[in-house]
């Protein structure tokens, strides 16, 4: 790396005119050769030394405020290399130690990168070195093997068996035929991370009726995405387990939304709030990034090519008038190459880390997919470039797993699908705030406001900001008592009503809004809608005066009847939720296209029923036991749990405290 370095310093000396290995009165060709080899070799020497207690001193910066501070930092360190030169005849403008400290770092990455693939002895010892590094400073871990789960948020089955027919992830595509087995499996009625990740790792999904929801007693609208939330959801899941987690034992959790009770934490947006210390190492995994200035400059340039590549292809669908389609504008690019590359790189490096160490279990989540199918589609061509680079991150891990210290199987997993389909407002001209207001006899703006889509990635980077993570366009406590909330989740809308402290009943609500049920229920944008009822307990309604008890949904042609299998036991179970909200209403939905009507701005959505929304995957290695017996089918987050749960144990490795339920079912 040092000769490239130095080759890379002469090319540019020779490019720009403010950047000079020579004195006024020349040298010759030997001295500026011998000038640029110690100018380069300093600069490495402070880039490996310097740089790294440099970021330690930031750790109160922003992550994205650092990852752009590279550039300056890296500049200055290479004016400071050229200053201690002992030739004394470096030197540079301050904008031009810059640029050269830049094409320095990024050349010298490219390169290491390039050798590394094309030497597989040098790629081992460099692996060999990283993994000795990391057992001095780590206890010598069992022989067991030990078990990665990666989770491609939003991924759904059909979308990953499509990419594999295509050739767009050939990784998996080589597991399937060789080592592992594809499962299909099927959320709850809340499709979406919150609910499904919180299952997962904690074992429970009791009263996550949405994304966000109202809570009464509280006076406070539930977001699974904002840190105070998910670390109280997370609270709340232990207690009724009475167990910390998946990842109790050696476990480590990556990019996640809960720890899943992992001793090593990084990128967990439930710890995210707490200050920093021993307990809380949420932002640690940028810092243990971004302390590798190759690793700082790469992803910083790869960040501003995909804000870049975002721009042509909005501007190229805006062209084409693409249907359906959604502003794709403001910050959004900036939060597409965030979610695409800083998260990717930053959780796929913290997972290599984790391998390196012998950890026995680990679960990250990478949220590349989800974050832009919101926008783009789940089928689009953006999305396909996004999930050949999900196997390419893929087929890193595996090969660094090779080099681990202990032998590692590989689970990959997904939360939820996405559906495709239009948004609500532009296909009516309203949002389903707007009807809920109409249907209640207020008054309804003029111009609607949009909802905010509530992608995993918009509060990942309010978390690296460090902003508080709330939704600007969601009023959070309701100016008028009497006014209803209204909340959106994908294709899933829920209503509350502020001023009565109980679930209201269906009978409570005709006599308040005697039009607003038959209204939602009649529209063509609403598939059913779900209420308590005093007679029934729960009823589903339906357009021209359909109403079935919950009691009595399986088998009859009722509203549920195109959702297919599972719809009502979904249903059913949401309104034994103490925060179910009043009214539960849930979009169309096409079974012949797939397509439901998003009550967010997003062209792929998720969080209700209808689609490939609800229908994720499981791959696992053949070694383990199958997830479920032949000819059944794997139902519920919480089900994928005690799955993961019981290949921990089959793995040998440290035994996962059995919860209540599993020592009630022994």
């Known amino acids: 790396m040092w000769a490239v370095s130095t080759v890379t310093m002469l090319v540019l000396a020779g490019i720009l005119p403010d ?21 380069a070799g300093a ?81 081992r010892r460099r692996l060999s070195r990283l993994a000795t590094r990391r057992r001095r400073s780590h206890p010598p871990c069992p022989a067991a093997p030990g078990t990665v789960f990666l989770q491609l948020d939003g991924v759904g089955h059909d979308v990953l068996t499509a990419a594999v027919a295509k050739g767009l992830m050939p990784t998996v595509a080589r597991w399937l035929d060789r080592s592992h087995r594809l499962t299909p499996w099927r959320t709850d009625w809340s499709s979406q991370t919150g609910a499904s990740q919180l299952g997962i790792l ?54 996640n939304l809960f720890s899943g009770g992992a001793d090593e934490q990084a990128l967990v947006l439930s710890i995210a709030t707490r200050r920093r210390g021993r307990e809380n190492r949420s932002r640690a995994g940028y810092f243990a990034y971004f302390s590798d200035p190759a690793n700082a400059v790469r992803t910083a340039l790869s960040f501003f090519a995909e804000v870049g590549r975002e721009t042509v292809e ?40 984790d391998l390196l160490a012998g950890r026995s279990a680990v679960y990250a989540d990478l949220v590349a997919y989800d974050e832009v199918a919101h926008h783009s589609g789940p089928r689009s061509r953006d999305t396909e470039k996004v999930l050949q680079r999900l196997d390419r991150a893929l087929a890193l891990i595996e090969k660094v797993a090779e080099h681990a210290p202990r032998p590692y199987r590989i689970v990959v997993l997904s939360d939820h699908g996405q559906s495709p389909g239009e948004t609500f407002r532009s296909r ?87 039009a607003l049920l038959t209204t939602l229920a009649n529209h063509p944008g609403v598939g059913f809608l779900l209420v308590r009822s005093e007679e ?74 209808g689609g490939a929304q609800g229908r994720p995957f499981l791959l696992s290695p053949v070694d383990f036991s199958a997830p479920v017996e032949e000819g059944r089918e794997l139902v519920g987050a919480e089900a994928v749990h005690g799955v993961l749960r019981r290949w921990i144990r089959e793995a040998d490795g440290p035994q996962v405290p059995l919860s209540v339920q599993d020592e009630k079912a022994a």
Not at 24 to 39: E, F, K, N, W, Y
């Open 202 to 255: 904690h074992g429970s999904t009791f009263d996550v009726p949405a994304f966000r929801w109202y809570e009464k007693e509280h006076r406070e609208v539930m977001v699974c995405n904002r840190p105070t939330s998910a670390a109280e959801l997370q609270r709340r899941a232990v207690e009724r387990t009475a167990d910390g987690g998946l990842l109790t034992l050696d476990g480590a959790s990556r990019g």
């Open 428 to 514: 009516y001209g309203l949002t389903l705030g707007d009807l809920v207001r109409a249907g209640c006899g207020l008054h309804v703006p003029r111009r609607a406001e949009r909802t905010h889509s509530g992608t995993e990635a918009r509060a990942a980077v309010r978390a690296a900001l460090r902003r508080p993570v709330e939704e600007g366009g969601e009023k959070h406590r309701p100016t008028r008592r009497s006014e209803p909330i209204v909340l959106a989740s994908g294709n899933l809308g829920l209503i509350s009503f502020p001023d009565v402290p109980h679930r209201m009943t269906k009978e409570e609500i005709d006599a308040r809004y005697p």
């Open 19 to 39: 950047f000079q290995l020579q004195s006024p009165d020349g040298d010759s060709a030997t001295r500026i050769a011998v000038t640029a080899a110690l100018g």
């Open 43 to 123: 600069f490495g020497v402070l880039s490996a030394v310097v740089w790294p207690l440099l970021v330690r001193l930031l750790l109160l910066v922003p992550a994205l405020v650092l990852g752009l501070l590279v550039f300056f930092l890296n500049g200055s360190l290479l004016l400071v290399a050229l200053r201690i030169n002992p030739s004394g005849q470096s030197e540079a403008a301050p904008e031009t130690a810059v640029i050269v400290a830049a094409v320095m770092s990024a050349v010298a990455s490219a390169t290491g990168g390039a050798l590394a693939v094309r030497d597989d002895d040098a790629y």
């Open 536 to 609: 029934h307990g729960g009823v589903v309604l339906g357009a021209f005066g359909a109403e079935v008890p919950l009691d009595r949904l399986d088998g009859r042609p009722g509203p549920l009847a195109v959702f297919g299998a599972g719809a009502a036991d979904a249903v059913r179970r949401t309104h034994s939720f103490p925060h179910t909200a009043d009214v539960m209403v849930n979009s169309w939905y096409d079974p012949e296209c797939g397509e439901v009507l998003a009550f967010e701005e997003q062209t792929g959505s998720h969080g209700g029923l």
């Open 314 to 353: 909005s501007t190229r669908a805006r062209l084409r008038k693409q249907r359906p389609r959604i502003s794709r504008g403001g910050l959004y690019p900036f939060v597409r190459a965030f979610a695409t590359v800083v998260e990717r790189d930053v959780v796929v490096a913290a997972v290599m880390g």
